[in-house]
């Protein structure tokens, strides 16, 4: 049986060759496999290599990675019920979780370099900043406000420009914005057109995480195979972490990402589970509020019901 099987709209990652020959023993398999919808980026690497390496299997679950663009398109399965538990920032989970019933489980991705603030090449510094390239509604145009806030700049002297990520870096190099705040590898790509990283988001007081969510129905019927997924996500973290190499083999092994491309991706970003914190609220609640004033949300989100914490025991 083959471990892989890749189709041109996403890979599926199975990990059930060991149950398929009764190598687990008393430790069963459920009747379907718990599906996992994760974004085709370096981020997700603990999922990539706990399908590649069977760690799953090994916990005893029965899981299947199903790869979209992105994150919010894994959380959008997950609220159409085509997936059982999908990886997506906080600001993706948060303007989803009034739209179906889910239960965010544990932080498995943090970060704070990974979204970056680049300025153009006449640009000197973020205090010059007049025409600011934002994504709206995201992380890009929430760090945008915390740069305002943290250099003291007045925001009615400041052009908010909307664009989507791919647009950003040639709208740089064009002269038409003087700055973005995007995560990568837009910021890559516009420092190789001339422009330079100026600060991250930990700079301007914002640590992105992502978060495992689950629906209702999987964390009622199967909470001892959502624990198990998670330890093999930490098994997995730490392996990355330890070992890049190994990391980013089998991030090209899943997705076909270069190796070259994941090693640098990972000196940003910090692969870990944990539970939520009292800081982590505390952030949330700021993106929560955002996310409201300016209506990509109707109200401030009230998250805190539907986070799990103190499921994940570490």
């Given at each position: 049986?083959k471990?892989?099987?890749?189709?041109?709209?996403?890979?599926?990652v199975?990990?059930?060759?060991?149950?398929?020959?009764?190598?687990?023993?008393?430790?069963?398999?459920?009747?379907?496999?718990?599906?996992?919808?994760?974004?085709?980026?370096?981020?997700?690497?603990a999922?990539?290599?706990?399908?590649?390496?069977k760690?799953?299997?090994?916990?005893?679950?029965?899981?299947?990675?199903?790869?979209?663009?992105?994150?919010?398109?894994?959380?959008?399965?997950?609220?159409?019920?085509?997936?059982?538990?999908a990886?997506?920032?906080?600001?993706?989970?948060?303007?989803?979780?009034g739209?179906?019933d889910?239960?965010?489980?544990?932080?498995?991705?943090?970060?704070?370099?990974?979204?970056?603030?680049?300025?153009?090449?006449?640009?000197?510094?973020?205090?010059?900043i007049?025409?600011?390239?934002?994504?709206p509604?995201?992380?890009s145009?929430?760090?945008?406000?915390?740069?305002?806030?943290?250099?003291?700049?007045?925001?009615?002297?400041?052009?908010?420009?909307?664009?989507?990520?791919?647009?950003?870096?040639?709208?740089?190099?064009?002269?038409?914005?003087?700055a973005?705040?995007?995560?990568?590898?837009?910021?890559?790509?516009?420092?190789?057109?001339?422009?330079?990283?100026?600060?991250?988001?930990?700079?301007?007081?914002?640590?992105?995480?992502?978060?495992?969510?689950?629906?209702?129905?999987?964390?009622k019927?199967?909470?001892?195979?959502?624990?198990g997924?998670?330890?093999?996500?930490?098994?997995?973290?730490?392996?990355?972490?330890?070992?890049?190499?190994?990391?980013a083999?089998?991030?090209?092994?899943?997705?076909?990402?270069?190796?070259?491309?994941?090693?640098?991706?990972?000196?940003?970003?910090?692969?870990?589970?944990?539970?939520?914190?009292?800081?982590?609220?505390k952030?949330y609640?700021?993106?929560?509020?955002?996310?409201?004033?300016?209506?990509?949300?109707?109200?401030?989100?009230?998250?805190?019901?539907?986070?799990?914490?103190?499921?994940?025991k570490?």
């Amino acid at each position: 049986m083959k471990d892989l099987h890749l189709s041109r709209r996403g890979f599926l990652v199975a990990s059930a060759g060991a149950a398929a020959t009764g190598l687990l023993g008393q430790a069963a398999f459920a009747a379907a496999p718990i599906r996992i919808g994760v974004g085709s980026d370096p981020v997700f690497v603990a999922f990539y290599l706990a399908a590649h390496e069977k760690l799953f299997a090994a916990e005893g679950v029965d899981a299947v990675l199903q790869l979209y663009a992105d994150g919010g398109e894994a959380m959008n399965a997950l609220v159409a019920q085509q997936v059982d538990l999908a990886a997506a920032a906080e600001p993706t989970n948060l303007v989803r979780l009034g739209r179906a019933d889910l239960r965010p489980l544990a932080v498995v991705y943090q970060s704070g370099r990974y979204v970056k603030l680049v300025l153009g090449p006449k640009v000197k510094s973020p205090k010059d900043i007049k025409r600011f390239g934002i994504v709206p509604g995201s992380i890009s145009e929430y760090c945008a406000g915390l740069t305002l806030a943290a250099e003291g700049l007045d925001p009615t002297t400041v052009t908010m420009v909307p664009s989507g990520p791919p647009e950003l870096p040639a709208l740089l190099a064009r002269g038409d914005i003087d700055a973005f705040f995007a995560w990568e590898p837009w910021p890559a790509n516009a420092v190789a057109q001339g422009g330079r990283v100026a600060l991250t988001s930990k700079d301007v007081g914002y640590t992105d995480t992502i978060w495992l969510t689950a629906s209702a129905a999987i964390l009622k019927s199967d909470p001892a195979g959502l624990q198990g997924i998670l330890r093999a996500l930490a098994k997995a973290s730490e392996i990355a972490r330890t070992e890049p190499e190994r990391a980013a083999a089998a991030v090209k092994a899943v997705t076909r990402i270069p190796v070259e491309t994941s090693l640098k991706a990972f000196k940003d970003m910090t692969p870990l589970v944990r539970d939520f914190t009292p800081e982590d609220l505390k952030s949330y609640d700021g993106i929560a509020k955002f996310l409201a004033d300016h209506k990509v949300t109707k109200e401030v989100v009230h998250y805190r019901e539907a986070l799990q914490i103190g499921f994940y025991k570490g």
